[in-house]
């Protein structure tokens, strides 16, 4: 699934239009671009910043309302019951008998929606009215969030939140560094860093500087790829490359900075996390959808008994007529005049089939179950003093359609808290087996800079540490001292790390305690205490990790003036660039292996040494390629390529990350409420399965099926199938029997090919084997998102970029056929699944029906387009 989304994502860079072009301090030069909206009609092409998420205003809250509240069939029914009552000729009881219980039920639901969207509105209110200081002539003043426009320069402090989407142009710690917090975005608590352009950095030193400042930046059309960001900086006649690394998103909270400046580049609903919100849609549960066909069932069936009272009253008047002669002059009115109103008369008479008191009841039903959630004493969370809040009346009712939970592992299931436990170094293993308890004596005391936290030891290692004459031993620990994006502080005499990602921090504090203390970082250069030597490496490039690289290395200049490549990454795409194969090699895959079988985070580290001709012609290539604006991630991915190749592995390494308390029990209770729970992780294949098992989302007595074996059921059904399509009878054979639980062990890349081979032809019939799933997402060591409760602070009285991470989660459009929303617990950012969210034009239909087939409900039927919904979250 990686590489497709790469592919994608580099379609999208080709296709992209830069034509978003924002001047600092020149309100004139931006208000000058126009957009056209409808016509004849244009407007202005930068929005102001002042948002707007709520559903209603004072006009259109009344006609909405009612036309969303008469989607309900039993409103429509109740509602043409009251206008035959209106009618004296077949009225049987006053018309207001039935429209004063009918107003009374809209008002309560309509009082419901009001109070809900009255939340909406002091949210956005509260909001747009937040302080932030915007640079007005040569000083910065305080104005309102709504005030802001494209091309402001914004001063922001300390624990301030970030009003709209940003360039960092320069802050007062070292090298301009910002750090920020994205919990309100990605859910994610771990701090990260951006950094300002190197030449906004040295030059825009002081405010009367930045009143000054012309700088031009021309980039990306807005959209909603939060963690992509293309563009370049002009400024006088020079132009400087920029990334999602010089960009502070609206909702990030800044964190460790006491200063930052920055110029807005996208405002109000421009920004990336409005462009993820999207609009407030109409929900229908499917206990609503029940409802409306129960009515009309019911409906129809009184249409059809009226009628046949009707005709038996029609033949039973004419025989009174014929025996009654002397009748028939006081009644003027023909037979069939008389059969039409007394049809219209039994129709009136059996509508209380469908009593409305039980309707006005279920809205109660719904008040108390919401209130009932707040009070819950099991959801009260006692160590921050947090209740359980429902933030819609119809909360209970929602969450009761839940029958599938994406999960992320890192952080939801685990405690995101990790432990150096293991390494291998040149084929050996190092750590004990035994459970790591502190020692009464310190082994790391001959280091100063040990932080005494590091509960891994080895005598033998650090042995040849401190002897220093090991050389893969030394450049083993040398990666996990350079190869990484963590940032230092000194407080009160202790260096203090601060890491985007746990495991990073991990590896670090390791090499810290081992005596490759990481020290200071610049914009290039990186300074290491190595056994009690200085020694500062200057930077020549950073290869950033992602999701498609799955690796992170660095080039560097030692002192010696020697060049360097130190990667790490996961063991995969480290293999596939070894410069050979030998013993060593393999010893460390079984090691590996082994550390995957008991739940390890794992990671290989390699090197090479690079000649200074090699490196300059690379620089060059390097250097066109980061300042270009189309399809630059495919030029930088192609360059970083030539460099990573041929590398000498020197080891891995073995991260524990325990699960949280109660993970167990919680997914038990969900087993136990028929809920499939799909888990996504970035683990090896045996991690996950070993991490399943101790979380008890697989258990002994159930069959768990890999590629293999799943690849080889599909391929019997669909031969069978062609059977059966040819005239040909046959019994289908690997059929699985029914009633038997079945976990499901995938991988990204599988579901590609599952799609390729035509998995979405048909949906077969089968058992049960959809039971659990564990859903591995084949990319190593990062993780994006956290799960937070569908009542918590994602609901719609929360703030706007709350919402973002609310249920329900839209399908993709081209997936709509046939696939119903699910109110999830979170929104998770899945790179494939949130992929497929926002482009979904190729294979979502697909996708969907192959989650169908691999989701079969417990009553041996597939999920039909009537009764299932199919929901894919980081």
């Known amino acids: 699934m990686g590489s497709l989304v790469y592919r994608e994502e580099l379609e999208e860079d080709k296709n992209s239009a830069f034509t978003w072009e924002v001047q600092a301090n020149n309100k004139a030069y931006n208000r000058q671009f126009k957009q056209k909206a409808f016509l004849c009609w244009w407007r202005k092409k930068y929005k102001r910043n002042a948002i707007h998420t709520a559903k209603y205003n004072v006009f259109s809250f009344l006609p909405l309302n009612l036309y969303e509240q008469f989607h309900r069939m039993s409103n429509l029914y109740f509602l043409l019951i009251i206008v035959l009552q209106g009618i004296p000729e077949i009225s049987t009881l006053p018309w207001f008998t039935l429209f004063a219980p009918l107003v009374c039920l809209l008002t309560i639901r309509a009082t419901r929606d009001l109070v809900d969207d009255i939340g909406r509105h002091r949210s956005d209110r509260a909001i747009n009215n937040r302080p932030c200081q915007i640079l007005v002539g040569k000083s910065f003043l305080w104005r309102k969030w709504k005030n802001l426009c494209v091309g402001d320069l914004v001063c922001l402090h300390k624990d301030s939140i970030v009003p709209a989407d940003l360039v960092l142009l320069a802050s007062t710690e070292p090298s301009s560094l910002c750090y920020v917090e994205t919990a309100d975005i990605d859910g994610e608590t771990n701090l990260k860093f951006r950094q300002a352009p190197t030449i906004t950095h040295h030059e825009l030193t002081n405010i009367r500087k930045m009143a000054s400042f012309q ?9 909603s790829r939060m963690h992509h960001f293309v ?18 998103l609206r909702g990030c909270r800044i964190r460790n900075t006491d200063t930052c400046y920055g110029m807005v580049i996208y405002a109000g609903f421009d920004t990336k996390i409005m462009k993820n919100c999207g609009k407030i849609h109409l929900k229908r549960t499917k206990l609503d959808h029940l409802m409306n066909r129960l009515v009309v069932l019911i409906f129809l069936s009184m249409v059809v008994i009226s009628a046949a009272l009707t005709l038996g009253f029609r033949f039973k008047v004419k025989e009174f007529k014929a025996t009654h002669h002397y009748v028939s002059a006081k009644h003027d009115r023909s037979e069939d005049m008389d059969t039409f109103f007394i049809f219209w008369g039994f129709l009136i008479l059996l509508s209380v089939m469908v009593p409305m008191a039980m309707f006005i009841i279920a809205e109660f039903i719904y008040l108390g179950n ?14 921050q003093d947090f209740p359980a809040k429902a933030r819609s009346t119809s909360l209970n009712d929602q969450l009761g359609q839940v029958e599938y939970i994406f999960s992320d592992k890192t952080g939801t299931l685990t405690q995101n808290i990790m432990t150096f436990k293991k390494c291998c170094i040149n084929g050996v293993i190092y750590g004990s087996e035994e459970e790591e308890t502190p020692r009464k004596e310190d082994p790391y005391r001959w280091n100063k800079f040990a932080d005494g936290k590091l509960l891994f030891h080895d005598a033998e290692l650090l042995r040849i540490v401190r002897a220093n004459k090991d050389q893969t031993v030394r450049e083993f620990w040398r990666v996990l001292a350079i190869c990484h994006t963590v940032m230092v502080q000194e407080k009160n005499n202790q260096l203090l790390y601060q890491a985007a990602s746990p495991d990073e921090e991990a590896l670090v504090t390791a090499a810290r305690n081992f005596g490759y203390v990481f020290l200071a970082r610049t914009q290039d250069s990186i300074t290491l205490m190595e056994l009690g030597e200085e020694r500062v490496y200057q930077v020549l490039a950073m290869m950033d990790f992602n999701s498609i690289r799955k690796r992170m290395s660095v080039l560097v200049r030692t002192p010696e003036g020697s060049i360097y490549l130190y990667t790490k990454g996961a063991d995969t795409v480290i293999y596939e660039r070894l410069h050979k194969k030998g013993p060593m090699e393999w010893t460390t895959e079984d090691a590996l292996a082994s550390f995957a079988e008991q739940t390890l985070r794992t990671l290989c580290l390699a090197y090479k040494e690079v000649d200074e001709d090699t490196y300059e012609e690379w620089r060059q ?14 030029a930088l991915h192609q360059v970083y390529e030539e460099m990573e190749q041929n590398l000498q592995l020197l080891g891995a390494t073995a991260i524990e990350d325990r699960l949280q308390d109660g993970v167990p ?20 294949q045996e991690t996950a399965v070993n991490i399943g098992f101790a979380c008890q989302l697989l258990s002994e007595n159930m069959v768990i099926l890999e590629e293999k074996e799943i690849l080889r059921i599909l391929e019997s059904y669909w031969e069978n199938n062609n059977n059966l ?8 054979k690997n059929q699985l029997p029914t009633q038997v639980k079945i976990a ?19 949906i077969p019939e089968r058992g049960d084997p959809g039971h659990w799933g564990w859903c591995q997402r084949h990319q190593h060591d990062q993780d994006c998102g956290h799960w937070r409760g569908a ?24 997936a709509a056929p046939g696939a119903r929303t699910l109110v999830l617990h979170a929104g998770l950012q899945v790179p494939a699944l949130l992929h497929l969210q926002d482009t979904g034009q190729h294979d979502g239909p697909d996708l969907v029906l192959l989650l169908q087939w691999l989701h079969c409900a417990p009553n041996g039927h597939p999920l039909s387009r009537e009764n299932e919904s199919l929901n894919p979250r980081e």
């Open 791 to 814: 009542g918590g602070s994602g609901g719609h009285a929360g703030g706007a970029e709350q919402r973002l991470r609310a249920g329900p989660v839209p399908l993709p459009a081209a």
């Open 215 to 223: 700088g031009k930046v021309v980039c990306e059309e807005p959209n």
């Open 725 to 732: 399509q040819g005239g040909k009878k046959g019994r289908r």
């Open 231 to 248: 563009g370049c900086l002009e400024w006088e006649g020079k132009k400087y490359p920029l990334d999602s690394g010089n960009i502070l």
């Open 665 to 684: 029990e919680t997914i038990k209770c969900l087993k136990q409420g028929n809920i499939k729970v799909w888990v996504l992780t970035g683990d090896k």
């Open 370 to 383: 919401s209130v009932f959630i707040n009070w819950d004493v099991h959801m009260y969370y006692e160590p």
């Open 621 to 634: 290539r390097h250097q066109e390629a980061s300042i270009l604006l189309q399809n630059r991630a495919h």
């Open 744 to 762: 499901l062990v995938i991988n990204g890349e599988f579901l590609v090919k599952g799609l390729d081979c035509g998995a979405c032809q048909e």
